[in-house]
């Protein structure tokens, strides 16, 4: 079957660095994604990686992967608006996205 | 990134009426619409994926007939929620993807209430 698998819930303090792993096992593999989604809102895209290696946006980045079905969501700088769930999906050989269940970051001062 | 534009934002209904929410996409077309439902602290479910012109695909105990989904055009997609219960509040998200492109852009969400 298909799994994405990510921490349910991190905690982390402003102004550091925290990192949000994900592993998956999906039937192929057209790109991994990461999504931010505030409470009572519809997600935000964040990174999309196709290609092994670090894409750098600003203070967040993304690994990937893909012989380790593996990728992290880096956050710098970290600021009381980054407390948010983070969605990791991967969309697989039919261009479906199957969808981890979301890690919720607090940011505490 | 490319405009979802999902209405209404909230809704509330009585049991047993009906309840209809569009999702249309702004600045491109979008040959492939998807349905989420969200239960609280929990992630995306999909529900359906539809393509312009043709019927909706729904997922495994998705009730089709309960929940319509009509994607007539290439910019609009409505699902419609029929005799609505009180265990069909949630969260309702649409996105939408452009064939010539791998990322999907998300609606605003709508939040029913039934009561």
């Known amino acids: 079957g298909q799994n994405i698998d990510q921490p349910t819930e991190m905690t982390a303090t402003e102004g550091a660095i925290v990192q949000i792993n994900c592993t998956y096992q999906?039937?192929?593999?057209?790109?991994l994604f990461w999504y931010q989604q505030h409470a009572g809102e519809a997600p935000t895209f964040l990174s999309y990686?196709?290609l092994d290696g670090l894409e750098e946006k600003g203070r967040f980045s993304s690994f990937l992967s893909r012989s380790k079905g593996y990728s992290y969501l880096l956050l710098k700088e970290l600021q009381m608006k980054d407390s948010a769930s983070y969605l990791c999906?991967?969309?697989?050989?039919?261009?479906?996205?199957?969808w981890g269940a979301g890690t919720k970051l607090i940011i505490k001062p | 990134g490319a405009v979802v534009s999902q209405h209404p934002s909230r809704v509330i209904c009585k049991s047993g009426t009906s309840v209809k929410i569009e999702c249309r996409s702004l600045d491109f077309q979008a040959t492939t619409m998807f349905w989420y439902r969200q239960f609280p602290k929990k992630s995306l479910m999909l529900m359906a994926t539809s393509n312009e012109g043709s019927k909706a695909t729904y997922e495994q105990g998705v009730e089709k007939d309960k929940f319509l989904i009509n994607h007539a055009s290439l910019t609009l997609s409505t699902l419609t929620v029929t005799s609505a219960h009180p265990e069909d509040s949630s969260f309702y998200i649409c996105?939408?993807?452009?064939?010539?492109?791998?990322?999907?852009?998300f609606g605003q969400g709508t939040r029913l209430t039934v009561v």
């Open positions: 990686n196709v």
């Open positions: 999906a991967v969309m697989d050989s039919n261009y479906q996205l199957i």
């Open positions: 999906t039937s192929g593999f057209n790109g």
């Open positions: 996105s939408a993807r452009d064939r010539e492109v791998t990322e999907a852009f």
